[in-house]
């Protein structure tokens, strides 16, 4: 474990096929519309080779150009439609269950940073996830 948190886990309760939730999650077209925090966020790149030794790569940041950052891993595990883990570049590591054929529940456990409070990243990560279900559900 990269700091002394403890892992942080959430989950979201999407209603849609496992087919359906495992393309969206995984399509670099995809993720380029559902990958945000709110409305002022965007994700202008996405690559992914989802694969054990494949490479997760994002740009994401706020659409008024002030702030961006790059988010990019290896994944480490992937069993189709169950189960995906990967460690970012830093070293922290993300694990994401996905459990019912539908709805599907995601559960994303990941190791937090040690700059930033952890409720931030708490928030952050639960608005993703929930930006997601509304992607998936439209």
């Not at 002022?40 to 150009?65: C, E, F, I, Y």
């Not at 169950?82 to 830093?90: A, C």
């Not at 694990?95 to 409070?117: A, L, R, S, W």
Request: proline content about 5%.
């Amino acid at each position: 474990m990269q700091t002394d948190y403890m892992p942080i886990t959430l989950s979201v309760e999407v209603n849609a096929s496992i087919d359906l939730v495992w393309k969206l999650w995984n399509t670099p077209e995809d993720i380029r519309h559902w990958n945000n925090v709110s409305d002022k966020w965007h994700t202008p790149s996405a690559q992914n080779d989802l694969r054990p030794g494949g490479r997760l790569s994002l740009v994401m940041g706020l659409k008024d150009g002030s702030f961006s950052f790059d988010f990019e891993a290896v994944y480490d595990e992937v069993r189709m439609h169950e189960f995906i883990s990967y460690t970012l570049t830093e070293g922290r590591r993300s694990e994401i269950q996905f459990t019912g054929t539908n709805p599907v529940t995601i559960t994303e456990t990941f190791e937090p940073n040690d700059h930033d409070p952890l409720e931030m990243q708490r928030d952050f990560c639960q608005a993703v996830l929930n930006s997601f279900k509304k992607y998936a559900e439209a």
